[in-house]
C-alpha cells in the first residue's frame, strides 16, 4: 500500500509517498481502508518536530481518518469487516490503509460521508470537549471565537449555537466572517480592520463575553481576555498565531474569570466514555442538519505537503481532508 512518510523532522516539502507493507490486525486491533483522514494543525507540527508529541521516526502522519474495515484481530467482537467507522489514532492516517485500536473506532451511519466523518473527532471534540465539559457554557450566555473559520473555531461556532449560545466570530477577513454567519454567527468581528476590544464592547453593551473560544493565542489572546465578563471562561485550546502568550494575572483576579485549558487529547485517553458520547452526539447533529461540517479542500496522498502548509499558514477555512484513492 501507499504511505506518506515523515523520515526526519523537517518541513512539510520534505515528506515522501512510499510504498509500505499492508499492516495486519494483532490482537484487539483493527485494520481500516482509508477513504478519507482529516488534516488539523498538531499534524504539521509533529511533522516539524514542534509537538507535545514526538512520535518514532519513520512515521506516517494524520491523526483522524474514515473508512471500511478491511481486517480485525483476535479478540475483537463488536465491529466486523465492511463495517463504516472513523478513528483517532494520533498517527498512520495519511496511508490507504491503518492500523488502529478497535477501541479507537466508532460507527458512522450510512447517511455520513466518509470526508465528513473524518473532520468530526479532533476539531470537533475539542471545541464539544471545551464548552461542554470545561467552559460548562449554558444557554443564553455569550461566547466570543477567535480565529472562527478554522477548524476548531467554526466547530465552536457551530457547536456554540447548538447549545444556545450567542455566537460572536471574530476572524481576519470578511470573507472568513460571512462563512461564520452561514454556519450560525449572531455578530462578527474582523480583527485586522476592526478594534477587537472596542467593537465585542459595543456588541455586549459593555458586559463582556461569557465564554472565550482561543484556538490562536498570540497578540488575540490579552486584547480577548481584557474584554472577559466577569466570571468569564478563556478556553486554551492552542497557538495557531505561532506565539505563546504571556498573559497578566492581575487581570484573572480583576475580571473574577478563570484562564482554563483544553486538551482534548488527555481527555480522549483519560475519559473514553465521555469522548464517545460527544462523538455520538455530534454525528446526531451532523445527520439531523444541526451542525454542517465544511470540507474546504481535498487532497491526494501526494499533496500531503500542500495540505499541511495551508494549514501553517492558516488558509484553510473549516477543514480539509486528504483522500486515499482504492
Partial sequence: ?????????????????????????????IVVEVHAA??????????????QVRPPLPFTPGGEAAGVISAVGPG?????????????????????????????????????SFEVAATLPLAFGTAMHALID???????ET????????????AAVMIGKALGARVIAAASTDEKLALCRTHGADDVINYTTESLRDRVKAITNGLGPDVICD???????????RSIAWGGRHLVIGFAGGAIPSLPLNLPLLKGASVVGVFWGSFEQREPVA?????????????NGTISPVVSARYALHESASALRAMLERRVVGKVVVVATH
Fill in 1 to 29: 500500500m501507499r504511505a506518506v512518510i515523515c523520515s526526519s523532522f523537517d518541513q512539510p516539502e520534505t515528506l515522501t509517498v512510499e510504498t509500505v507493507p499492508d499492516p495486519v490486525a494483532a490482537a484487539g486491533e
Fill in 134 to 140: 470545561r467552559a460548562k457554557i449554558a444557554k443564553g
Fill in 38 to 51: 482529516g488534516v488539523n494543525f498538531p499534524d504539521a507540527l509533529m511533522v516539524m518536530g514542534q509537538y
Fill in 275 to 287: 469522548n464517545a458520547r460527544h462523538l455520538s452526539q455530534l454525528m446526531d447533529w451532523v445527520v
Fill in 76 to 112: 475483537v467482537s463488536h465491529l466486523q469487516v465492511g463495517q463504516r467507522v472513523v478513528v483517532f489514532t494520533r498517527t498512520g492516517a495519511f496511508a490507504e490503509r491503518l492500523c488502529a485500536p478497535a477501541s479507537s473506532a466508532t460507527p458512522i451511519p450510512e447517511s455520513l
Fill in 143 to 154: 461566547l466570543l471565537v477567535l480565529g472562527a473559520s478554522g477548524g476548531v473555531g467554526l
Fill in 215 to 225: 484556538p490562536v493565542g498570540g497578540d488575540l489572546t490579552e486584547l480577548a481576555f
